[in-house]
């Protein structure tokens, strides 16, 4: 690969998408083991909380079990979307760097076969060249967000409903 500029680095788009995916795939780790800590950390609240309810009464245990489980059910959804969102990124990335890969083989075969004599097949080339790197470096968000899934937001809302609907089935008179 030539070098363009003096101080930038020769690097190939596939090696750039490869070392960002690899940062990502860390960071989508990390989201889910925080995850599961925190499911782990409801299952001891829920264990022990079981084991005070013959100590001090079923509505301490409740409030108590309340007080520390909320915050750790919103933690797990939190995690769990961000998650979601690292690993929508990792694909993408991840297709990313098959295209790069695959355009610097095309490009080599391209450079073959055109003619340099022909000046109209020299355009079609790098047309094609600028049109592929183009689409190879729009930002994965842009490309995710054509495609919405399901945000926080929603997820929150429907978290909130369903325990609300839970504490309806246990609030006496209602």
């Not at 930038?8 to 788009?13: H, I």
């Not at 079981?50 to 007080?67: P, Q, R, Y």
Request: glycine residues 4%; proline residues 5%; hydrophobic residues 45%.
């Amino acid at each position: 690969m030539p070098k363009i500029m003096k101080g930038v680095p020769e690097e190939t788009p596939a090696q750039v998408f490869e070392k960002r995916k690899i940062e990502i795939e860390r960071s989508k780790n990390v989201w889910r083991n925080l995850f599961f800590l925190t499911i782990f950390l409801l299952l001891f609240l829920t264990l022990f909380a079981l084991g005070l309810t013959s100590e001090i009464g079923f509505t301490t245990v409740l409030w108590i079990e309340l007080a520390l489980g909320l915050p750790l059910i919103y933690s797990a959804v939190f995690f769990h979307a961000q998650h979601n969102r690292e690993r929508e990124y990792l694909e993408e990335y991840s297709f990313k760097s098959v295209v790069a890969r695959s355009l610097e083989a095309y490009r080599a075969i391209l450079k073959e076969d055109v003619r340099a004599d022909h000046p109209e097949e020299q355009k079609k080339f790098l047309d094609f060249i600028i049109d592929s790197v183009k689409g190879l470096h729009t930002p994965p968000r842009a490309i995710i967000s054509k495609h919405p899934v399901k945000n926080e937001e929603d997820i929150k809302v429907g978290l909130v409903e369903k325990l609300a609907d839970v504490f309806k089935k246990f609030i006496p008179g209602k």
